[in-house]
């Protein structure tokens, strides 16, 4: 979701300053790009299917043939081939792209002998900026931010109007949205359900939605079970773009307590539709849920601490009304595509492209 809006902003730009972008996607294939993510009259992205080596070679052909005057290195690990790129075409300028997890641990020292090439590194994230500075050897002052924002097409599809109709009313809902993997424990889910027998005590009607696959949902699935409070889960695995955001506007609050978290989309698309998010004290999580404002903070292994936030929002419309006020305010303020294609418009800056020039991504 974020590259294909890294995509567009650089494709609106190169229209509007008059620079020419050549996309090439490693893991997609071309049929699979969404055209609502190309503008008119800008070169569609290429495709390679997961066929890494191929994409590979593409890639440096590009390089040779093209010589860019900036390549965007959509993946920290891509910066294993920054030397190679660099003597292929010494005078590109090369940028590289971090989210999360892949530098929440020490890099490879091919990875790190790339980095100290690249002149900027863009990331999602103060958190995860300060882990790669940590595990990457890259000196904070090269890491800018361009955070992540709300998906364009998703907001002109979804986002309520004031003429829509007030969704039925039924059962105070908590809703996680999030991948079940087993690699990706972090995200909470399993506080949540431990949570959930405390706070049915004072909510008995209480129902939680849980979005999402993988091969943990086993195992979470025999958790609820084992607590005593399955009857009140709904595991309703992948839902189709209509059904998730139903199930946003149905929901009385969003929660994921998350331990570690390079930025959070969910909790924008939450907020798109006026709920607050209970997220964890980690992270990348308090650059998104300002706590005390738009939802509330929590450490990831306190189950009572998270127990009676959940307890005291959902039994307090007054406390809950002004915070799902603030979300969207927080969001339309500040994690717009309109916002994230202004700051990469500002990353340019006095070294940007001109007529004539290229960039690659």
């Given at each position: 979701m974020y590259n294909r809006q890294i995509v567009l902003a650089f494709l609106e730009l190169?229209?509007?300053?008059?620079?020419?972008?050549?996309?090439?996607?490693?893991?997609?294939?071309?049929?699979?790009v969404d055209d609502r993510y190309i503008p008119r009259g800008a070169a569609s992205p290429i495709g390679f299917g997961r066929r890494g080596f191929i994409f590979g070679a593409a890639a440096l052909r590009s390089v040779i043939r093209e010589k860019?005057?900036?390549?965007?290195?959509?993946?920290?690990?891509?910066?294993?081939?920054?030397?190679?790129?660099?003597?292929?075409?010494?005078?590109?300028?090369?940028?590289?792209?971090?989210?999360?997890?892949?530098?929440?641990?020490?890099?490879?020292?091919?990875?790190?002998?790339?980095?100290?090439l690249v002149e900027k590194v863009l990331s999602i994230s103060d958190y995860s900026r300060r882990e790669l500075a940590k595990n990457g050897g890259v000196a904070l002052d090269r890491i800018g931010l361009l955070p992540c924002a709300l998906d364009p097409v998703w907001q002109a599809q979804y986002s309520?109007?004031?003429?829509?109709?007030?969704?039925?009313?039924?059962?105070?809902?908590?809703?996680?949205?999030?991948?079940?993997?087993?690699?990706?424990r972090y995200k909470g889910v399993d506080s949540v359900l431990r949570a959930l027998r405390e706070v049915l005590k004072a909510v008995p009607?209480?129902?939680?939605?849980?979005?999402?696959?993988?091969?943990?949902?086993?195992?979470?699935?025999?958790?609820?079970?084992?607590?005593?409070?399955?009857?009140?889960?709904?595991f309703r695995g992948r839902l189709f773009p209509d059904e998730l955001a139903a199930a946003y506007?149905?929901?009385?609050?969003?929660?994921?307590?998350?331990?570690?978290?390079?930025?959070?989309?969910?909790?924008?698309?939450?907020?798109?539709?006026?709920?607050?998010?209970?997220?964890?004290?980690?992270?990348?999580?308090?650059?998104?849920?300002?706590?005390?404002?738009?939802?509330?903070?929590?450490?990831?292994?306190?189950?009572?601490?998270?127990?009676?936030?959940?307890?005291?929002?959902?039994?307090?419309?007054?406390?809950?009304?002004?915070?799902?006020?603030?979300a969207r305010r927080r969001l339309l303020e500040r994690f717009t595509y309109v916002s994230l294609r202004d700051s990469m418009k500002a990353q340019l800056g006095d070294r940007g492209l001109q007529v004539g020039e290229r960039a690659a991504a």
């Open positions: 190169g229209q509007e300053l008059g620079f020419s972008v050549t996309t090439l996607i490693r893991n997609d294939r071309s049929a699979d860019p005057d900036l390549i965007v290195l959509g993946h920290v690990h891509f910066a294993r081939i920054a030397r190679l790129i660099k003597a292929l075409s010494p005078s590109s300028r090369l940028w590289c792209l971090v989210y999360g997890i892949e530098v929440w641990h020490p890099l490879r020292a091919s990875v790190r002998k790339g980095l100290a309520p109007r004031p003429d829509d109709a007030p969704s039925r009313p039924g059962p105070p809902t908590l809703l996680t949205v999030a991948r079940l993997a087993a690699s990706e009607s209480l129902r939680y939605d849980i979005v999402g696959d993988g091969d943990d949902r086993p195992r979470l699935e025999a958790l609820a079970r084992e607590l005593g409070v399955s009857q009140h889960v709904r506007r149905d929901c009385t609050l969003f929660v994921m307590p998350s331990s570690h978290e390079g930025f959070g989309i969910v909790f924008l698309e939450a907020a798109l539709f006026r709920k607050a998010s209970i997220g964890g004290k980690h992270g990348g999580t308090p650059e998104v849920v300002e706590d005390g404002v738009t939802g509330c903070l929590v450490e990831r292994e306190d189950v009572l601490g998270l127990s009676r936030v959940l307890g005291r929002l959902l039994s307090s419309d007054d406390e809950r009304a002004p915070m799902e006020s603030a």
